[in-house]
């Protein structure tokens, strides 16, 4: 089991940046696959991007390609989403997800079985 703690959230102006990250605990860490999803209010739990359990293959959701990188370090057992040009309908939650079986990259929000609790990314015109 893995318990997920996000941080970095905040108020930006658009184009501006933020860097989120999430700490797991546990000595397993790096045999999760990790994501990163958004939700808007009054939308649904959207995919943002994942990452294999060595980092060495990342995927995004198309609206962020260019603009967002995920990465991690397994060594502190943290992941991290580097947001750049930040637009208002960046606007969300953002939680990040682990999951010891499913495929990197894997979009389904259901399919995730650890979740953090969220942080707030609120990117103003």
């Known amino acids: 089991q893995v318990q997920l703690v996000e941080s970095g959230g905040g108020l930006v102006q658009a184009g501006g940046s933020l860097r989120l990250s999430c700490a797991a605990s546990?000595?397993?860490?790096?045999?999760?696959?990790m994501g990163w999803f958004r939700q808007a209010p009054g939308k649904e739990r959207e995919f943002v991007a994942g990452?294999?359990?060595?980092?060495?293959?990342?995927y995004y959701h198309d609206s962020v390609k260019g603009r967002f990188t995920i990465s991690r370090d397994n060594a502190k057992n943290t992941v991290y989403l580097q947001m750049n040009s930040l637009k208002p309908e960046d606007t969300a939650v953002y939680y990040c997800?682990?999951?010891?079986?499913?495929?990197?990259?894997?979009?389904?929000?259901?399919?995730?079985?650890?979740w953090g609790q969220g942080t707030q990314v609120t990117v103003s015109s």
């Open positions: 997800a682990a999951d010891l079986s499913l495929l990197p990259g894997s979009p389904r929000a259901a399919l995730y079985h650890y």
């Open positions: 546990g000595r397993t860490f790096s045999s999760y696959v």
């Open positions: 990452i294999n359990r060595s980092g060495s293959n990342t």
